[in-house]
């Protein structure tokens, strides 16, 4: 799509945005910006929750920008911004409406999405292959590697080229097979030609494009670069976060709703994998130190894709090709397939190792050939530039803030909302951490109430109340400029709240332990039961 195109959604739209109004004025850290205010019913708007900014500080290195619903028959015309998580999951960047499509509007949607995303540039994107889109990612993101869906270039040579399709049935699994089973470039420009004189493609114009454009979407030309891709079948097709909550009949008055659920469902569906996680250390295949050291660190599913090419390496023999100063090359092939193998560079002094499938630098874990040279080398333990934190149990942990943020901190002019986002951050860590288990419950509490007590002594004391407290000119794109006054008066409401908040849970902590003794003298009694139970046996 390479034209400009504008729908009018009408009333809906300021359905819409008085749920983002209502929305921020719950939480200042919810992003959201217009443009084209002038008239809200064919305007763009972008937004994104607290919720999706702080992930993005965990796992902004790859991102999806998905464009799905605004074609294939949906009444919304929705966008969205997602990337994955330490579970490999979806999680959410942001939301937007493309009332108006053009070279223009989608230049301001990256370039306010990236603001609300505090400047930092993602990696790699993967968007459809669209003029626009690929004009504003230049434009915004330079330095960005761009990567077209390949779910969507399959989609559109197909509606290009229907009639091979249907007068030659075979035509398609040869074409997927060419692009996804393609291990070297070699191979794939070998395949290439292949299929275009076995299915009569030469001249054709279409798959003259389509090829033009492959160091964008085969693959094989991607391999360097990270986009964080485990199973790349998993979601083809599909929108990673609103797949099963948004379809066709969706309207913008229930589109915000639909998007609270999901939402909800994200988070429910997170948290059940950090228990999973934490619960227990998955089944051991092998006595390798390397294994169990990698259960401890990684999350659950990505540990069983670890663990899966550590398995395969016992079916993989690395042979020695050459040694020099710097490095010995390896051979590396599956016993019985000889004539695929892959190269592996390994530095003995650093234990450092590079495989030609280039498997680590596109997914962020170690390949079974790099593996295999490992176990022939005796290394028991992976190194630890190998081990990339967003994909451990410890992805959330630590301070993510960078020295610039840390020295704003003692900076009084701060915008209230920067300062929102700190403590924000910190305490929703602090809240996942202290529900996992009752001990360390008993810690957080006790850690809650000192600090409440400090705050209310501070507050008390008169101390930095309304200093700093505006928001900042331009900090918000729907910034009202309202009185100091109000705001201030808005500071004291979200404090009084917090003093409620905590007295609830001071009230929840101590029925929480009145339960514990309970089930403790409960245990008890079953106990003297089951051993009056023993002695009758015995008599």
Same mark, same amino acid.
């Given at each position: ?5 504008? @729908? ?13 109004? =209502? ?46 619903? +605004?074609?294939?028959?949906? %009444? ?6 997602? *990337?994955?998580?330490?579970? *490999? ?30 400047? $930092? ?69 070998? =395949?290439? $030609?292949?299929? !275009? ?10 798959? $003259? ?5 492959? @160091? ?6 991607? +391999? ?36 609270? &659920? ?26 390798? #130190? ?40 390896? =051979? ?19 234990? &450092? ?10 997914? /962020?874990?170690?390949? +079974? ?54 403590? +924000? ?38 101390? /930095?109340?309304?200093? *700093?407290?505006?928001?900042?000119? /331009?900090?918000? #794109?729907?910034?009202? /400029?309202?009185?100091?006054?109000? &705001?201030?008066? &808005? ?21 929480? !332990?009145?339960?514990? %003794? ?15 139970? =023993? ?5």
């Amino acid at each position: 799509m390479n034209t400009g195109s504008q @729908r009018s959604m009408g009333g809906g739209v300021h359905d819409v945005l008085d749920c983002l109004k =209502r929305m921020h004025s719950e939480n200042p850290n919810f992003y959201f910006a217009i443009r084209g205010d002038h008239d809200p019913s064919i305007a763009n708007i972008f937004w994104a929750d607290a919720a999706s900014r702080i992930n993005y500080t965990y796992f902004g290195d790859t991102v999806v920008f998905d464009t799905s619903f +605004r074609s294939n028959g949906y %009444k919304v015309p929705f966008a969205t911004f997602t *990337g994955i998580n330490h579970h *490999g999951q979806p999680v959410l960047f942001g939301c937007s409406l493309l009332l108006n499509e053009s070279e223009a509007a989608y230049i301001w949607l990256f370039q306010t999405w990236l603001h609300a995303m505090s400047g $930092r540039t993602p990696v790699s994107i993967t968007t459809e292959p669209d003029g626009f889109v690929q004009k504003a990612v230049s434009e915004v993101l330079p330095n960005t590697r761009l990567r077209y869906c390949k779910w969507g270039m399959f989609r559109e040579t197909q509606n290009r080229l229907g009639h091979v399709y249907q007068s030659h049935p075979t035509f398609e699994a040869e074409f997927k097979k060419c692009v996804n089973g393609s291990e070297t470039i070699g191979e794939f420009e070998s =395949r290439w $030609r292949m299929l !275009l004189e076995q299915y009569h493609l030469m001249n054709d114009d279409w798959m $003259r494009s389509v090829y033009d454009a492959r @160091r964008q979407w085969v693959p094989v030309y991607m +391999r360097d670069t990270f986009f964080g891709e485990l199973c790349a079948e998993e979601y083809e097709g599909r929108n990673l976060c609103f797949d099963g909550f948004l379809t066709a009949d969706t309207t913008l008055q229930v589109l915000i709703k639909q998007y609270e &659920k999901a939402a909800a469902s994200w988070h429910e569906k997170e948290l059940q994998a950090d228990e999973d996680t934490s619960n227990a250390l998955p089944m051991l295949k092998t006595p390798s #130190p390397m294994e169990k050291q990698a259960a401890k660190f990684y999350t659950r599913k990505i540990f069983m894709k670890f663990q899966d090419e550590l398995v395969e390496t016992m079916a993989n023999s690395a042979t020695e090709l050459e040694e020099s100063e710097s490095a010995t090359s390896f =051979r590396v092939a599956k016993f019985g397939d000889g004539h695929r193998s892959h190269i592996v560079s390994f530095n003995s002094l650093e234990t &450092k190792a590079s495989c030609s499938c280039q498997m680590f630098e596109f997914s /962020g874990i170690v390949c +079974r050939h790099v593996l295999a040279v490992y176990r022939a080398k005796n290394v028991l333990t992976l190194p630890s530039e190998y081990l990339l934190k967003r994909w451990s149990r410890n992805a959330k942990g630590g301070a993510i803030l960078d020295e610039h943020s840390m020295q704003e901190t003692v900076n009084s002019q701060q915008p209230l909302t920067i300062r929102y986002n700190n403590l +924000r951050q910190q305490a929703i860590k602090f809240v996942e951490d202290g529900a996992k288990s009752i001990h360390v419950y008993n810690v957080a509490m006790t850690a809650l109430q000192e600090a409440a007590k400090k705050v209310a002594d501070m507050k008390n004391q008169g101390v /930095g109340i309304t200093q *700093g407290g505006a928001l900042a000119n /331009g900090d918000h #794109p729907m910034a009202s /400029g309202k009185p100091v006054e109000e &705001k201030v008066k &808005k500071i004291q409401e979200l404090t009084a709240e917090l003093e409620n908040t905590n007295k609830r849970c001071e009230v929840y902590h101590a029925n929480l !332990l009145a339960v514990l %003794k309970d089930m403790e003298d409960q245990k008890l009694k079953l106990s003297v039961k089951v051993q009056n139970a =023993r002695l009758s046996l015995k008599e």
